[in-house]
């Protein structure tokens, strides 16, 4: 899994070193609409995705496209302005090399981030949902191929994929706080086009509670790596399941944008619980 990032991880580690920053602890994804999210650092330095070797093209309105780097707690934290996306065309070893850099630069911690379509009912527009489980409809895996040091097959033990203690604890602060954190299962489909008035039934048959097109590669590939995984969707859209009303990507972008200030309110805790 680290093959591919060398070079990459020799030139952040020179920028880092350069900054004061001996190692980094945490890693955060802000997927589409959510760079106001970004969290505050100390001695932060900022990296455009085009300066790191064989950081795969990406380019879709709403993600920044950069990599900020700095200091909380005292420990070193990445945070991703953006990602790479299966629906671009790229393959899965692209959509998860930022992960993968994250784990060759020492990254044990992952806070993910995404916008996604409410499946539940009881949702509604703005509120941020706990992932505590998956349901992978991308007709992909991202560890498929890959072998250990033994030469075995990539069998991934994913009971407890999104830390349930970690997830406990944001609950538990969320409802002190009085913040919209609702909790389900994240169905992950390839996109790009939103979804038919029968595929929403379907996914919601099945379990879902949400629906996106990003996030679940990474979760997989950040857990066979040893991280702790802790996914948070904003649901930017809902539907009557009966008779779906169109979406468009600004819309998304703009219930994104407006769920920024809760969604730092809560990577600011999910830090204090894993650095603190």
Same mark, same amino acid.
């Given at each position: 899994?680290?093959?591919?990032?060398?070079?990459?991880?020799? =030139?952040?580690?020179?920028?880092?070193? /350069?900054?004061? #920053?001996?190692?980094? *602890?945490?890693?955060?994804?802000?997927?589409?609409?959510?760079?106001?999210?970004?969290? +505050?650092?100390?001695?932060?330095?900022? #990296? !455009?995705?085009?300066? #790191?070797?064989?950081?795969?093209?990406?380019?879709? !309105?709403?993600?920044?496209?950069?990599? *900020?780097?700095?200091?909380?707690?005292?420990?070193?934290?990445?945070?991703?302005?953006?990602?790479?996306?299966?629906?671009?065309?790229? +393959?899965?070893?692209?959509?998860?090399?930022?992960? =993968? @850099?994250?784990?060759?630069?020492?990254?044990?911690?992952?806070?993910?981030?995404?916008?996604?379509?409410? @499946?539940?009912?009881?949702?509604?527009?703005?509120?941020?949902?706990?992932?505590?489980?998956?349901?992978?409809?991308?007709?992909?895996?991202?560890?498929?191929?890959?072998?250990?040091?033994?030469?075995?097959?990539?069998?991934? /033990? $994913?009971?407890?994929?999104?830390?349930?203690?970690?997830?406990?604890?944001?609950?538990?602060?969320?409802?002190?706080?009085?913040?919209?954190?609702?909790?389900?299962?994240?169905?992950?489909?390839?996109? !790009?086009?939103?979804?038919?008035?029968?595929?929403?039934?379907?996914?919601?048959?099945?379990?879902? /509670?949400?629906?996106?097109?990003?996030?679940?590669?990474?979760?997989? $590939?950040? =857990?066979?790596?040893?991280?702790? $995984?802790?996914?948070?969707?904003?649901?930017?859209?809902?539907? /009557?399941?009966?008779?779906?009303?169109?979406?468009?990507?600004?819309?998304?972008?703009?219930?994104? *944008?407006?769920?920024?200030?809760?969604?730092?309110?809560? #990577?600011?805790?999910?830090?204090?619980?894993?650095?603190?």
């Amino acid at each position: 899994m680290k093959e591919g990032v060398s070079e990459a991880a020799s =030139r952040l580690r020179a920028i880092l070193a /350069d900054a004061g #920053i001996s190692s980094l *602890r945490v890693g955060i994804v802000l997927g589409s609409g959510l760079g106001e999210a970004a969290p +505050g650092l100390e001695d932060e330095v900022e #990296i !455009p995705f085009a300066g #790191i070797p064989g950081w795969p093209p990406s380019a879709v !309105p709403g993600h920044r496209g950069v990599l *900020r780097c700095g200091r909380r707690y005292g420990e070193g934290v990445w945070v991703q302005l953006g990602r790479p996306h299966f629906y671009e065309g790229l +393959g899965m070893r692209e959509v998860t090399f930022p992960v =993968r @850099l994250m784990a060759e630069l020492g990254v044990r911690n992952l806070f993910l981030s995404n916008a996604a379509g409410g @499946l539940n009912p009881a949702f509604e527009k703005g509120v941020l949902m706990l992932v505590r489980d998956h349901i992978n409809l991308m007709g992909e895996n991202p560890l498929r191929g890959v072998r250990d040091l033994s030469g075995n097959p990539a069998f991934l /033990d $994913v009971s407890d994929l999104y830390r349930e203690s970690i997830g406990d604890a944001l609950v538990e602060r969320a409802r002190a706080a009085g913040w919209p954190l609702a909790e389900g299962t994240l169905v992950g489909v390839a996109g !790009p086009s939103y979804e038919t008035g029968a595929e929403l039934r379907f996914l919601r048959l099945v379990g879902g /509670d949400a629906v996106s097109m990003s996030l679940v590669p990474e979760a997989l $590939v950040a =857990r066979y790596l040893g991280m702790e $995984v802790t996914g948070v969707c904003v649901i930017t859209n809902t539907w /009557d399941l009966r008779k779906p009303h169109p979406v468009s990507h600004g819309e998304v972008l703009e219930t994104s *944008r407006q769920a920024c200030g809760l969604l730092r309110e809560v #990577i600011d805790c999910w830090m204090e619980l894993v650095l603190g």
